[in-house]
């Protein structure tokens, strides 16, 4: 056996990082990368009674399946949270209502929590053209002032391409948000290239760097993983 690994040392080590590669792109693609984001805040929120609170954005990618916001709960709120996505802002088509119960929320009064969580809607993947604006809102009409939901945002234009919006009216600044979409893996991959390369001087803003730093760091790996099975063998084997 240990001969065998000596005599196939380069096959074996590309074959092993070719499948480690392999393995990274099917977790990336699975996990998912938003594409649409926007992430920063310094100010909050309080929704409750009739009040809605939404953001318009542009579709980067046909099959939009999953919109995350940074929405928490102040005190007890058990109340349904309502999340409704449409073509535009106003009479537009209706998308998807997704109902949530307010008390898997981040609880901001609480002394144990997580910091910044995003709390996720997931539907049906839309699947019109790119480019197109989309919208979306939440209320949570059963939610009191005394314990509201809160939603982060950021009270400058961060966003460019869509705006803030409070019951339907345009407002300052912009929700922090994430949108995710269904593509293929190598889809997937290579718009995190881009974000790689980007504002990066040469020769990080070339679009082959990363690619082949990755595959000679997964050899290098392969090699000390071929090496320690070896190691592993010898010292198994029988004197």
Request: glycine share 6%; proline share 6%.
């Amino acid at each position: 056996m240990l001969r065998w690994f000596q005599s196939h040392n380069i096959l074996i080590d590309l074959a092993v990082a070719s499948t480690l590669a392999l393995t990274l792109l099917v977790a990336l693609h699975v996990t998912g990368l938003p594409q649409t984001s926007q992430t920063t805040f310094d100010s909050q929120f309080e929704l409750h009674s009739a009040q809605t609170v939404g953001q318009s954005f542009v579709r980067e990618a046909p099959g939009l399946y999953r919109l995350d916001v940074l929405v928490a709960r102040r005190g007890p709120t058990t109340y349904p949270l309502l999340f409704h996505l449409q073509e535009e802002q106003g009479p537009g088509d209706h998308v998807v209502t997704v109902e949530l119960d307010a008390s898997l929320l981040q609880d901001t009064s609480s002394l144990i929590r997580r910091p910044n969580s995003y709390q996720s809607f997931t539907f049906d993947p839309v699947q019109n053209s790119r480019g197109k604006r989309l919208y979306f809102y939440l209320e949570s009409p059963r939610s009191t002032p005394e314990y509201p939901l809160v939603l982060s945002f950021q009270s400058h234009d961060a966003y460019g391409e869509g705006t803030r919006y409070v019951d339907g009216v345009e407002d300052c600044g912009d929700l922090a948000f994430k949108a995710y979409y269904r593509d293929t893996p190598l889809a997937t991959a290579a718009m995190l290239l881009r974000r790689l390369t980007e504002g990066k001087p040469t020769p990080l803003s070339l679009d082959a760097c990363y690619p082949i730093a990755a595959f000679a760091y997964l050899l290098i790996f392969a090699r000390l993983a071929r090496l320690l099975l070896a190691f592993w063998f010898t010292l198994s084997r029988p004197q």
